[in-house]
């Protein structure tokens, strides 16, 4: 879903074992909010694994993800 709110309630009803998350480019007002997504689901999903998308990976993004126990991080565009 495009809104963190619904993209909750999904999660707490169908109980996902991932949840891809997409950030947006650092430029344009850095994580926003998606972190406080990947935190809440990580605390009311423990087990669920969380996935960030991102245009760009840099050390910050990777600190941000350890700190939230993010399962992985995919750097877009993804060929194969």
């Known amino acids: 879903t495009r ?3 619904s993209a909750y309630e999904a999660a ?4 996902p074992d991932i949840v891809f998350i997409d950030l947006p480019p650092r430029f344009s007002g850095g994580m926003g909010k998606q972190p406080d997504l990947a935190e809440t689901s990580r605390k009311v999903l423990p087990k669920v694994n969380v ?3 991102s245009k760009e990976a840099d050390n ?3 600190l941000e993800a350890l700190r939230m126990h993010v399962s992985g991080i995919i750097v877009k565009p993804v060929t194969m």
């Not at 707490?12 to 109980?15: A, D, G, I, K, P």
């Open 51 to 53: 996935i960030f998308f």
């Open 60 to 62: 910050y993004m990777a």
């Open 3 to 5: 809104d963190d709110g």
């Open 12 to 15: 707490l009803e169908h109980n």
